[in-house]
């Protein structure tokens, strides 16, 4: 069983900046990969960015377009940690954002956080 906590997340202004955690605990492996979903209101939860490492060394990530160049996606092997830093964010980021255990094609495999509140006003 692998245990996933989110925090992070809190109410910034357009053009700001969050960076989000997500820790694991319990079963983790030096292979594997990990991704941030999001879901905004009255939406269907989508993907924003993935990681894959292997032996601890980060050999894949990815983003949805909408996203990219203001998102970065990195992982601290020692702390279990995985992080979404959000630069520029625009009032749409707004959402409830969760992450995952994600297989080789950066699908979520069922262990989810509780995910954390991000807001971003006009």
């Known amino acids: 069983q692998v245990q996933l906590v989110e925090s992070g997340g809190g109410s910034v202004q357009a053009g700001g900046s969050l960076r989000l955690s997500c820790a694991a605990s319990?079963?983790?492996?030096?292979?594997?990969?990990m991704g941030w979903f999001r879901q905004p209101p009255g939406k269907e939860r989508e993907f924003v960015s993935g990681?894959?490492?292997?032996?601890?060394?980060?050999?894949?990530?990815n983003y949805a377009d909408s996203v990219k160049g203001r998102f970065t996606i990195s992982r601290d092997g020692a702390k279990n940690t995985v992080y979404l830093q959000m630069n520029s964010l625009k009032p749409e980021d707004t959402a409830v954002y969760f992450c995952?255990?994600?297989?080789?094609?950066?699908?979520?495999?069922?262990?989810w956080g509780q995910g954390t509140q991000v807001s971003v006003s006009s």
């Open positions: 995952s255990v994600v297989n080789q094609s950066l699908r979520p495999t069922g262990y």
């Open positions: 319990g079963r983790t492996f030096s292979s594997g990969g």
């Open positions: 990681i894959r490492w292997n032996d601890g060394r980060t050999y894949y990530a």
